[in-house]
């Protein structure tokens, strides 16, 4: 019996992996450092090292099609009935729209109060800045919504939408729930699919702190110090409200509504938070996220419904910086706007955003076009924040990002699609993360540990 429980002892190589992956984001760290250092040292150098941070964006970019339709898949393949998955998608965009609406508001009242585009010149070079802002890849809400339908099922596999994704995953998980048991095979087959493709995403997260150092040193040496001295109100204003917004509004809601710290909650979504400051990009981290929200305890379509659709609709960082940024802007060109003119700006803007979810450089890109459609001549003066941009972009991803997370427990807590018990185990860490497969195998295999799930989860039984 002695030497049969000491191979039990074998499976510590696990554990050995997950803690190189705790040294990565140590990496990942000293590379964010380096590349602030080398962005105020060699700026110039600096900006030819963008390609670095962009290669490694693009290579888990392309992961995300293929975890989106495998989630949703598997996720609503398994669901008995689809009064739920519509259920789920109804709530989701209310909550997003009212959401919408409170970040809205709250860089409506802030940006009121700071004023601080006051006193700023906007010269000819300022001028024509802002007007090569504007997207011509911007769409308006129409070309939006049949944007969303693929050209092929496969070409939504090789476009940037996600939201293509979606409706060809939606359309596939409910046609295989409709097939009932002769769908199992199929579904199988996209659960192996999904292994491999979290497999590769877990090689390509150790290219992390090489893409980190190239963003980073890279939006340094292109903004530099004087951009930042020159408008630290703006920016710091901008930091400062999504934060409030992140833990007063968001924090008090995950408390009331699922009765979670908030602080706890960020802790264990603490690498992903890492990945966005470093790579400015909330699209980075949007695969784990997804694994992350399944192994808390939430249900695959919950998680499959809720975040890649938030992803275009739940922007909350966007909103404020379009609040802040357009009163920034209003100020400056000494043409400050009334209450009565800023509300149904902020409202196209609110829509606008829609229309243009997914164009690279969305947060000054939105501002832009919609700008350009709604006031134009308020364009002028988007060349202003043109150098601190891309600054301002990291708090807007991390509030994004914040905002999906959140809303993720909010729906799985209010559709009771999400299991309390291993939440709690999860944010105790008493089930670790498997940061090398991005997937929780032993979670699968045993859905009666998910009494909530359960009856959903009829895949598992294969």
Request: proline share 4%.
């Amino acid at each position: 019996m002695a030497a049969a429980s000491s191979p039990d002892t074998a499976p510590a190589a696990p554990v050995a992996k997950r803690d190189r992956t705790h040294y990565l984001y140590i990496a990942v760290i000293i590379a964010v450092a380096l590349g602030i250092t080398v962005g105020l040292a060699a700026p110039d150098f600096a900006v030819e090292l963008k390609p670095i941070g962009t290669g490694f964006v693009a290579l888990i970019k392309m992961m995300i099609s293929p975890i989106i339709f495998c989630t949703i898949v598997l996720g609503i393949g398994s669901v008995r009935k689809a009064a739920k998955v519509g259920a789920v998608g109804g709530i989701a965009l209310v909550y997003f729209l009212a959401m919408s609406l409170v970040a809205l508001a709250i860089g409506l009242v802030v940006g009121n109060i700071l004023e601080p585009g006051t006193g700023l010149a906007v010269t000819d070079a300022v001028k024509d800045a802002g007007h090569a802002q504007v997207d011509a890849e911007a769409k308006d809400t129409t070309e939006f919504l049949l944007g969303i339908i693929p050209t092929t099922i496969v070409s939504a596999f090789t476009s940037e939408s996600v939201l293509q994704t979606l409706l060809v995953a939606l359309l596939a998980g409910f046609a295989l729930q409709a097939m009932g048991s002769s769908g199992e095979p199929i579904l199988r087959g996209v659960q192996h699919i999904q292994r491999l493709v979290f497999r590769i995403l877990g090689m390509v997260m150790w290219a992390a702190p090489i893409g980190a150092f190239g963003a980073i040193a890279a939006v340094t040496g292109s903004a530099g110090l004087d951009a930042l001295k020159s408008l630290a109100v703006l920016m710091l204003g901008f930091y400062v409200t999504c934060f409030l917004f992140v833990f007063i509004v968001l924090g008090t809601l995950l408390r009331i509504v699922a009765g979670l710290n908030i602080l706890t909650f960020f802790k264990y979504l603490g690498r992903e938070f890492l990945l966005i400051l470093s790579t400015s990009s909330s699209e980075s981290a949007l695969p784990r996220l997804i694994a992350k929200m399944e192994h808390l305890g939430v249900s695959k379509p919950v998680v499959g419904i809720t975040v890649p659709t938030g992803y275009s609709f739940n922007l909350d960082g966007t909103m404020i910086y379009m609040t802040m940024a357009s009163l920034f802007i209003a100020d400056a060109m000494g043409t400050p706007m009334s209450i009565g003119e800023q509300i149904p700006l902020l409202l196209f803007l609110l829509v606008a955003s829609k229309g243009a979810a997914g164009v690279t450089g969305a947060g000054l890109a939105t501002l832009a076009g919609g700008l350009q459609s709604h006031k134009p001549a308020l364009v002028d003066g988007i060349g202003l924040i043109v150098g601190i941009d891309r600054f301002m972009s990291e708090a807007r991803a991390l509030t994004n990002f914040a905002g999906n997370a959140v809303a993720t427990v909010l729906i799985g807590t209010w559709t009771k699609e999400i299991d309390r018990g291993r939440v709690d185990q999860v944010l105790a860490g008493q089930i670790p993360f498997d940061e090398a497969t991005l997937l929780d195998d032993a979670h699968e295999a045993a859905p009666a540990d998910v009494p909530e799930q359960g009856g959903d989860k009829e895949l598992a039984k294969a």
